[in-house]
């Protein structure tokens, strides 16, 4: 089985500083790991994706996210956080080995940026 | 390039009821995907289709039906309707492979 977890409900960061949303999964084949964002009453906005290949990968709006695969976590992060940046982010991951290519979310981390 | 298109909107439907809710994929994609979503938590995994069967099915109730249509579209049926259907229901739609999954913006279903 697969699983995700976002150990943080809520971070709350200052404009201008490193943001960090922690994510670790549970696969039993290759993780396909990916990070989604959510504004109010919208659906989900894709952010990045791992697939293979480097363990830093970049993503829209200044996003990048660290793949470790000896920590099995995959942590998003964003230098300087902006106003804007406030919503919910997922977590989400797909088992390469698994029939079907379903996603497991993670509980989701509400993201606060205060001016 | 449309995404993926989602209708309707907002729906509010009396218990016992039965609804459908419809998808279109994104152009290019084969793959439809359908996940709840109950206020303050993350998405979960209902059924996918693909080349009009059912691939695969997480925990819900056979009251949570679906179909896909030869143009890759789909629908979602809920019968008897419980208050606690009431939630964000996601589409998305996926290529063949490893591509990534786009999502609708979602039907937000109210039971009351």
């Known amino acids: 089985a697969q699983s995700v977890a976002q150990p943080e409900d809520q971070v709350n960061v200052a404009e201008g500083n490193p943001l960090t949303v922690k994510c670790t999964y549970s696969?039993?084949?290759?993780?396909?790991l990916f990070w989604y964002v959510q504004y109010p009453n919208r659906g989900l906005q894709f952010l990045l994706k791992y697939i293979t290949g480097d363990n830093l990968v970049k993503g829209s709006y200044g996003f990048e996210a660290e793949f470790n695969k000896s920590q099995t976590s995959f942590h998003l992060k964003k230098p300087s956080a902006l106003v804007s940046d406030s919503a919910l982010y997922f977590c989400?991951?797909?088992?390469?080995?698994?029939?079907?290519?379903?996603?497991?979310f993670g509980g989701g981390t509400r993201v606060l940026v205060k001016p | 390039d449309a995404g993926v298109t989602q209708s309707p909107t907002h729906l509010i439907k009396t218990r016992g009821q039965q609804v459908t809710l419809r998808c279109s994929p994104k152009?290019?994609?084969?793959?439809v995907s359908w996940y709840q979503q109950a206020l303050g938590q993350g998405p979960q995994f209902i059924f996918q289709?693909?080349?009009?069967?059912?691939?695969q099915r997480g925990n819900f109730p056979d009251r949570f039906s679906g179909h896909q249509f030869p143009n890759y579209s789909s629908e979602l049926n809920v019968n008897a309707l419980l208050l606690g259907d009431s939630a964000l229901y996601l589409c998305?739609?996926?290529?063949?492979?490893?591509?990534?999954?786009?999502f609708g913006s979602g039907t937000r279903l109210t039971v009351v």
């Open positions: 289709y693909y080349e009009e069967e059912e691939r």
């Open positions: 696969v039993s084949g290759n993780p396909y």
């Open positions: 989400a991951v797909r088992d390469e080995e698994a029939a079907g290519n379903k996603l497991t």
């Open positions: 998305a739609s996926s290529p063949t492979g490893q591509g990534g999954y786009t």
């Open positions: 152009s290019g994609h084969d793959t």
